[in-house]
């Protein structure tokens, strides 16, 4: 490991799964026997920063200034760590990737506006509503004999601040 102030951190204590989030996330990629480089812990410490998801680009310009993070690691990096489940991969409207760390394997849903792209988390109960169900549908789908079952569920809609305006044009609701 490349000893920097990012990876300071990461040094103090890595002999436990429990921590800081980036020590949980090194925890990870050791457990599946991936290096721990300066580019993959600059790339976690972004997207741990980030509240919300973020595409590529937004995180490639997060780390401005980190001259071993080119967009081509970035891509690389946020493909090992969707294998590790250490990121959700999720989509803006447009078919754009997101991504968001997910440290706890716990799988979180959103609600984007069409209109403003937006994105707001569900709430605990409905996410737990969907999880239920998609258990069902994946508990079905083993039953018949399949097996690495895997989905992806983004809502899209108009959020209650946006409005439709014209012949399906979409506008944000300046009060007009």
């Not at 680009?57 to 946020?78: A, P, S």
């Given at each position: ?54 595409s590529i ?22 493909a090992a ?15 754009t990737s ?79």
């Open positions: 490991m490349i000893d920097t102030p990012e990876t300071n951190t990461v040094l103090a204590s890595d002999s436990s799964a429990a921590g800081t989030p980036i020590e949980v996330a090194v925890a990870r990629l050791r457990a599946a026997g991936l290096r721990i480089t300066q580019p993959r812990i600059a790339i976690l410490n972004a997207l741990i920063r980030r509240e919300q998801p973020a680009e937004q995180i490639h310009n997060d780390l401005k200034g980190n001259t071993f993070c080119d967009l081509v690691t970035v891509y690389r990096c946020l760590f969707e294998e590790l489940d250490l990121v959700r991969r999720c989509f803006f409207h447009n078919g997101l991504w968001q760390i997910n440290l706890a394997g716990e799988t979180t849903y959103h609600v984007v506006c069409k209109v403003t792209n937006s994105m707001e988390q569900l709430d605990p109960q409905t996410t737990a509503d969907l999880n239920s169900a998609i258990k069902r549908v994946e508990d079905v789908l083993k039953s018949r004999g399949y097996s690495d079952i895997g989905h992806m569920v983004e809502f899209f809609a108009v959020s209650p601040g946006a409005k439709v305006e014209g012949a399906g044009k979409l506008a944000v609701d300046a009060g007009m």
